[in-house]
């Protein structure tokens, strides 16, 4: 493994999903979601941090949870991407700004159609992740009795990336020629008509915007299942990992690349950044208390109903001091709960304390100082468990602001991350091609 490859950063800008202490922490916004002037900071505090990308995650319903732990939960509240982004767009000039958007509740030429915007916009940094949404509720607010069943969902996710792509393709580049002269706006030979019909979805087309600068948004994919993982080889070039070890990141990294292998791929044009919690102290024993401080601001209610959203099944009956009884399968995430039940074994935790660590945050965490948190990161980047990091901050602004201008020099001063950008667009961030158009010759 060459020891001169550099990290890949993403920001995960949604805290109050991430820990639900953050809003109550020392320092802390309480409406950090939904504060555009702080939003706006932050954006321009990860650019100044040389970041790739700004990523706002989304959800499509009010968390279900009981109305005692909802209540404490100021992820009720939120920005709907597209139109946050797009403001943060004129507001930041190199920052990769990503956005979720998910292929169960939402049409193919709407998505296209968003996407390719941004990125106009943008100049060049839009980015998608591509979700199916686990959380039933969503299906209720779309015109739906029952949430679609998760293989149903991935069949469906498959269809419409291919749709999606296909519509963003339907104009060469050069297709505008605007003759002023000759009245000639565009060349029609230079227009493709996509008149897709598949078992899912039925889209005539064209795209009603020019091809995107990227030529394609760049894809990004969370998905942890077998499907999950399958749909990330064949489509993802940034995939947002949950491992909480190093090993656990190694196995995920070498299945999601030789799967991309097999699909003819360059393991290479795929970007594995798992989400990691970092907590910045001047000793370690500073972090470990921060963290635990921020840890003792969750309520129970909360934790509970945390635990509750990951297994798929209510836990508001269970023996606080017990182990967690047998739990049924579910049409929630699936490595969600599996990650929890693995976490319940492996630690031995009653629900009390499975609880308290899911109300917090029981994923990867970079707890200490600059120093000790750089030598994690570069275990984790040499060792192939990751090729960056989807860093989460613990509150804003502080913790973020802690990161960019302590940990960033330090992870600067060791070769490990770009003191500046080399290019303009989210794809020369990340080293990533332009897609060549299916229909035409262009790149």
């Known amino acids: 493994m060459s020891r001169d490859r550099q990290l890949h950063l993403g920001a995960f800008m949604r805290p109050a999903s991430i820990h639900t202490g953050a809003w109550r922490y020392p320092g802390a916004v309480p409406d950090a979601n939904f ?46 991407p597209f139109t946050l982004l797009s403001a943060l767009a004129g507001a930041t000039e190199r920052i990769g700004l990503v956005a979720t958007a998910s292929t169960t509740f939402d049409a193919p030429y709407h998505i296209a159609r ?24 969503a ?29 963003w393709d339907s104009w060469a580049d ?21 008149d897709h019909k598949g078992p899912n979805l039925s889209v005539r087309g064209p795209l009603n915007i020019a091809r995107p600068p990227q030529g394609w948004p760049v894809i990004v994919q969370a998905g942890a299942s077998d499907a999950g993982r399958q749909l990330a080889a064949e489509t993802a070039e940034m995939v947002f990992a949950s491992g909480s070890t190093l090993a656990g990141g190694q196995r995920f990294y070498a299945d999601v690349k030789g799967r991309a292998e097999k699909a003819g791929r360059d393991r290479d044009h795929l970007k594995i950044l798992p989400g990691a919690f970092v907590v910045v102290g001047d000793t370690v024993e500073e972090a470990r208390a921060k963290r635990a401080k921020l840890d003792s601001l969750v309520h129970y209610e909360s934790a509970i109903a945390s635990l509750s959203i990951a297994l798929g099944t209510d836990a508001s009956g269970f023996d606080p001091d017990a182990r967690l009884p047998p739990i049924p399968e579910t049409n929630a995430s699936k490595t969600g709960r599996e990650r929890v039940l693995e976490l319940a074994e492996r630690d031995g935790l009653t629900v009390r304390q499975l609880a308290q660590r899911l109300g917090g945050y029981a994923g990867l ?30 509150y804003l ?11 960033v020099p330090e992870l600067q001063r060791r070769g490990l991350f770009r003191t500046e950008y080399e290019g303009t667009t989210l794809r020369d961030h990340l080293g990533l091609p332009r897609p060549k158009n299916r229909f035409f010759e262009q790149r």
């Open 35 to 80: 504060n555009f002037g702080l939003l706006k900071r932050a954006a321009q505090t990860l650019e100044r941090g040389r970041f790739d990308a700004f990523f706002m995650a989304d959800h499509l319903a009010v968390l279900n949870m009981p109305v005692e732990a909802l209540k404490r939960s100021h992820t009720v509240t939120s920005f709907e």
């Open 114 to 137: 968003r996407f390719a915007s941004l990125d106009h916009i943008s100049g060049g940094r839009a980015g998608w992740n591509i979700v199916t949404t686990s959380n039933p509720d």
């Open 139 to 167: 299906a209720l607010n779309f015109g739906l009795e029952e949430h679609m069943e998760h293989d149903e969902r991935y069949g469906r996710a498959r269809e419409f990336y291919d749709v999606v792509t296909g519509l």
């Open 174 to 194: 050069d297709a505008f020629i605007r003759d002023v002269e000759s009245g000639l706006y565009f060349d029609p030979d230079k227009l493709h008509v996509l």
């Open 365 to 394: 965490a970079f707890v200490g100082t600059p120093a000790t948190i750089a030598d994690e990161m570069a275990a984790w980047l040499h060792g192939e468990g990751s090729d960056g990091f989807n860093v989460m901050f613990p």
């Open 397 to 407: 602004p502080g913790g973020l602001d802690d990161f960019v201008d302590r940990v």
